[in-house]
């Protein structure tokens, strides 16, 4: 594996439009997972049924990869491709994309021509409105539900590049960031999102080793992950969302975790792979593995890793912290100027000081994170469910809401008559696969 420019996150330059301007060859290379050959280009053939410039795509959720999940009666798609029907196994799962655009309302003053009956009420007063409820109402996303494309039921949401790289960097919202935690099939890349995201999976790892003890499994880390996604989400608290979803994910998709964060961890000064099991040449496609790992806890070296959290979510902590140990406004300030790193002048890593080291130490990190992570999601993921009954409309919104609440009570419901879920091999959706350069 070839080792990155070692500035890379902490000097991104998210301005870059070629992958020659990546920081390595293979940079990145983690976020492509494999996935059936067929598939994948059934997918593909839906993006091109978009005429509107698509800068950067990718499909997620259980439409695409497995999770144990509770058998439930979907949707359906009307006339969906062979590969779909294949790899779904006949239950037509309606499939998630994320676009990513240049221009919101260029975009939508195209799409809206073209496929005028994917808009709710709300496409009849132009581009211009619809641009406008998608940059400044919640996460800056625009979801149009339950349409049909290529005979296959989908749901996309329409994402500016610039706001979906300073979600990823920053973690202004998460809303992006948490999806992005997770396995996903990026179908068209774009270099600087593929920057920002590995930023985005770094400073997920090294949350979540803050969350956990010093020794832990690959199981436990990947739940943590996945699971900061779900902290503040308004669907999680009103029965819209099935509550053992973190464990559905994961547990079906273990491997493709380990894709995403082996090699980070790898990289790490401060978190490795303990296991017998690893030094097996297979261990690292068998989706059974659940590895232990251990971390070293010195202050000094978490102090460090509080210190690299992304900058939007790391004020947010430093607040709360503030508060906690009443520390002075103006002097707090102070030494918040003394420690910032946006100076474009500024090139060594940043590290953390005493005020991190006393941060990594107190034994109300894990709750202090909790609640920041809690914070940074609780309203643009709220104004997201809120304006969606706007951009799908009421029928297609109603539709929405009910399937999430049946999957809850199925769960529920299943949860109670057995004793835990089994988790499913992924290695049927296996292919040969690699990361491909931005087309179209």
Not at 82 to 106: E, L, T, W, Y
Not at 302 to 320: A, C, I
């Amino acid at each position: 594996m070839l080792r990155d420019a070692p500035d890379w996150e902490d000097n991104p330059n998210l301005s870059i439009s070629t992958f020659s301007e990546l920081p390595s060859k293979n940079f990145g290379v983690n976020q492509h997972m494999v996935i059936n050959e067929e598939f994948k280009e059934a997918l593909r053939q839906i993006l091109w049924k978009f005429r509107a410039p698509i800068r950067y795509a990718f499909a997620y959720g259980s439409g695409v990869f497995a999770q144990t999940s509770v058998p439930g009666n979907e949707p359906g798609h009307p006339s969906p491709p062979q590969a779909i029907r294949n790899v779904q196994q006949g239950k037509g799962k309606m499939i998630d994309f994320i676009f990513g655009v240049s221009h919101s309302q260029h975009w939508h003053s195209l799409n809206l021509q073209e496929h005028r009956d994917h808009y709710s009420a709300l496409g009849s007063l132009g581009s211009y409105a619809v641009s406008q409820v998608q940059d400044n109402w919640g996460a800056g996303v625009y979801f149009n539900p339950f349409v049909t494309v290529n005979g296959t039921l989908i749901k996309y949401g329409v994402v500016n590049i610039d706001t979906l790289c300073k979600d990823l960097s920053q973690w202004d919202t998460m809303y992006l960031a948490g999806r992005l935690q997770k396995p996903v099939k990026i179908l068209r890349d774009h270099p600087s999102v593929r920057l920002a995201n590995q930023v985005n999976l770094i400073s997920a790892l090294r949350l979540a080793l803050l969350l956990l003890p010093q020794e832990f499994t690959e199981y436990q880390l990947y739940t943590t992950i996945a699971g900061l996604s779900y902290m503040g989400d308004p669907r999680m608290t009103v029965s819209a969302e099935d509550p053992g979803k973190v464990n559905n994910i994961v547990s079906g998709q273990m491997d493709y975790f380990r894709r995403l964060y082996a090699p980070l961890i790898e990289n790490l000064p401060n978190c490795d792979f303990n296991d017998p099991r690893c030094t097996e040449s297979d261990w690292i496609d068998d989706p059974e593995a659940n590895v232990k790992l251990n971390q070293d806890m010195d202050p000094v070296k978490r102090g460090n890793m509080v210190r690299r959290l992304p900058k939007s979510f790391r004020e947010r902590l430093y607040f709360q912290f503030q508060g906690r140990y009443q520390i002075p406004r103006a002097e707090f300030l102070k030494m918040m100027k003394r420690t910032n790193d946006e100076d474009p002048e500024r090139i060594h890593r940043r590290q953390g000081g005493p005020f991190e080291q006393r941060i990594a130490a107190d034994e109300s990190l894990k709750q202090e994170l909790q609640e920041a992570v809690t914070k940074t999601i609780r309203w643009p993921a709220t104004m997201q469910t809120v304006k969606s009954a706007l951009t799908a409309g009421a029928g297609r919104a109603w539709t929405y809401v009910r399937e999430k609440r049946k999957k809850h009570a199925d769960s529920t419901k299943k949860k109670s008559s057995e004793p835990g879920p089994k988790k499913p091999t992924t290695q049927s959706l296996k292919s040969s696969d690699s990361p491909e350069p931005k087309k179209g």
